[in-house]
Nanobody
Framework: QVQLVESGGGLVQPGGSLRLSCAAS????????MGWYRQAPGNERALVAH???????LYAESVKGRFTISRDGAKNTMYLQMNSLKVEDTAVYYC?????????WGQGTQVTVSS
């Protein structure tokens, strides 16, 4: 199976930055897509950013120009650089790996943006 471990969350002031990491271990696929999702209290889990096996990226409109998704294949790690954070970015952030028709989720990391 696949294990995903997120890190890098925390408390930051509005306008600040954080960098999330998602490290994959266990069964490693040759081709897989990864993504970041977030869920705020009372809301459904929603896509933040996605990166394909070929490196193509997709972002939610609300984070375009502020967040950057990337991956390091050698380290089996995905990143989310979050700049110009807003209060409304507060949520639990989850990483997801998709391969061979299956989805694997991490446990999530809390991001709180507050003054």
């Amino acid at each position: 199976q696949v294990q995903l471990v997120e890190s890098g969350g925390g408390l930051v002031q509005p306008g600040g930055s954080l960098r999330l990491s998602c490290a994959a271990s266990g069964r490693i696929f040759s081709l897989y897509a990864m993504g970041w999702y977030r869920q705020a209290p009372g809301n459904e889990r929603a896509l933040v950013a996605h990166i394909s096996s070929g490196g193509s990226t997709l972002y939610a409109e609300s984070v375009k120009g502020r967040f950057t998704i990337s991956r390091d294949g050698a380290k089996n790690t995905m990143y989310l650089q979050m700049n110009s954070l807003k209060v409304e970015d507060t949520a639990v952030y989850y990483c997801r790996l998709t391969a061979e028709g299956s989805h694997y989720w991490g446990q999530g990391t809390q991001v709180t943006v507050s003054s």
